[in-house]
C-alpha cells in the first residue's frame, strides 16, 4: 500500500534521505529531485540513475524549478564554475524520464505483474491485484471513465499510448495494471517525477509527451 502525496510522491518515502533544490531553495526528499552533474567537459548532463562520478547539483522534478535553473544561471553558481547547459535541457530530462517509466513497466510485464488491455485490467481490479492503473493521457475519456483507480492504489495517467504501448511491445496501449510488489513502486517514483514536468499542479494542462526511443 502506497499513499500518494502532494505532488503524486509516495508518503511512505516522506522521510528519506533529502537535498536541496537549487531553482527553489526547498529541501525535500530526493525522490522529488533529479540529480545532476557537471561532465568533465562543464556540461551539465542529467544523472537519474544517480550513480555518475562527482557532486551531484539538485533540481525539483518540475518544469518550472527546472527552467529556471537553466535559464538563470543557477547550475555555474551551484558548480562554483562557469557550465553549459544543454538547450531543450527540460524536455531532454522530461524524454529522458519517460523511458525508464516505459522500461521499469516493460520490465515489470516481463516479471509477471502487468498487464494491459481493458479486460485484462478490469479483471485485474476486480479481482483487488492492481496496485497501479495506468491509462494513457491521449486515450477516450469515455473509455478510461469505465475503470477505476484501485482503494488505496497510485493512478498514473500522463504517458502517451505510444509510450505506454512500448512497455507492452504494441503500437499503442490505453490501460495498464501493476500489481504490488517487484517493480511496481519504482515506476509510481519515477512516473511521479516525469508528472512534474507534464502536467501543472492543479491536476490540468497535460504536456503531449514525445516518442521515446
Known amino acids: 500500500m502506497h499513499l500518494m502525496g502532494r505532488g503524486g510522491q509516495p508518503k511512505d518515502r516522506e522521510d528519506g534521505p533529502e537535498r536541496k533544490c537549487i531553482a527553489t531553495g526547498e529541501v525535500q526528499p530526493k525522490h522529488?529531485?533529479?540529480?545532476?552533474?557537471?561532465?568533465?567537459?562543464?556540461?551539465?548532463?542529467?544523472?537519474?540513475?544517480?550513480?555518475?562520478?562527482?557532486?551531484?547539483?539538485?533540481?525539483a522534478a518540475d518544469r518550472a524549478a527546472l527552467d529556471k535553473a537553466a535559464a538563470k544561471g543557477l547550475f555555474s553558481r551551484a558548480a562554483k564554475q562557469p557550465v553549459q547547459v544543454p538547450e531543450g535541457l527540460t524536455d531532454w530530462v522530461e524524454n529522458l524520464l519517460a523511458q525508464r517509466v516505459v522500461n521499469l513497466i516493460s520490465l515489470a510485464r516481463k516479471g509477471g505483474r502487468a498487464v494491459s488491455g481493458y479486460e485484462k485490467v478490469k479483471a485485474s481490479l476486480d479481482k483487488e491485484e492492481a496496485e497501479v492503473l495506468i491509462q494513457a493521457s491521449d486515450g477516450s475519456e469515455r473509455g478510461k471513465s469505465k475503470l477505476s483507480t484501485p482503494h488505496f492504489g497510485t493512478f498514473i495517467g500522463w504517458l502517451t499510448a505510444d509510450e505506454l504501448g512500448q512497455a507492452f511491445g504494441r503500437q499503442t496501449t490505453i490501460h495498464a495494471a501493476l500489481a504490488a510488489g517487484g517493480l511496481t513502486q519504482r515506476v509510481v517514483e519515477e512516473a511521479a517525477r516525469l508528472k512534474g514536468l507534464r502536467v501543472s499542479d492543479d491536476g490540468s494542462g497535460h504536456r503531449k509527451g514525445k516518442k521515446t526511443r
Open 32 to 59: 522529488g529531485l533529479i540529480r545532476f552533474v557537471i561532465g568533465p567537459e562543464g556540461q551539465v548532463a542529467p544523472d537519474l540513475m544517480e550513480k555518475l562520478p562527482g557532486r551531484g547539483i539538485w533540481v
